[in-house]
């Protein structure tokens, strides 16, 4: 029988899968396939961005699965450079159909950009009226800091039901989380099992390239005989986080889903927490804007 994943009921009570799939950095060319293979496997969150440049092709990975529509949770994210009212509008049509979807289950601004807080402001409000519109059925962000969600809700309605971060166990934003859920905010973790530091191996402790390495992780692992990666969505999933791990490999996509069966205890938990070292290695949330990744995402 084919494994589900346990549900997270948001703010507005509408429900997402806790672990999902991923596509950042999926070739187009794989990634039919590979969102094909996840929802095979039991993944009904897809995550994808239109800024991954792939939305196409998970539309088509979504129609060759054959699901029925009502048992996928879709999210796709408004890039910066749409910001503003009218933009962020064309921007979410324009993912729609490339997508081959008629709505979204979550769609969210995929960072804050303070240098031009009014712009992201004037997203959000475009986002409101698409979800009062029923176009989405949830609406959320990604990146803020307590801050950024300070800001954004003195000047708006509508609290994101989503704040999507870089969250792993060398940055375990303890402090967001906690506001995150002061504010009813449920905490989705990029990088769930630490694929930024591939893409940024300077930013790794001494101790470990990233945290599926890290001796406390495999030590915990062997002891499960499951695979680090397994344990970290465990840790991710007992402490009431959505993750949306990412792979182009069939036997990882597998993999990654299949952490039903087994728990951690408190003392693997905390151990875990303790290798939080504070500091990011993906993008600054604080200095973000259009031009920390120039992207071109074209119309058609
Ligand atoms: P992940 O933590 O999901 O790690 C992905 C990396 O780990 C890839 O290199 C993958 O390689 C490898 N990997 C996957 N499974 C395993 C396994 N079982 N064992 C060993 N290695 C494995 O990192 P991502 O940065 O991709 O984050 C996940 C998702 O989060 C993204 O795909 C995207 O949807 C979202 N995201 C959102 C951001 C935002 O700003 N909102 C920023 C970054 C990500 P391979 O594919 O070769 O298997």
Redesign the pocket.
Known sequence: MTATSPAITLNNDVEIPALGF?????PPEETASAVETAIGDGYRLI???AA?LNEHQVGEGIRRAGIVRSELFVTT?LWVADYGYDKARRAFDTSLRKLGLDFLDLY?L??PVPSDFDDTVAAWKAAETLLGEGRVRAIGV??FTTAHLEQLLAQTEIVPAVN?V?L?PFLTQTGLQENNRRLGIVTQA???????Y?RNPDAAPDSARSP?DHPVVTGIAAHHDK????VLLRWHLQQGRSA??????AE?IA??FDVFDFSLDDDELKAIDGLDTGRRA?SDPETFNASSFPITIDEA
């Open positions: 991923g596509v950042f950095l999926t995550d994808t961005a991954y994210k969210m995929h960072w990604c990146n999507q870089e792993h990029w990088s769930p099992i630490g694929g930024v591939g599926m695979t680090p990666a397994q949306i791990p990412k792979s182009v490999h990882r993999e990654n993906g």
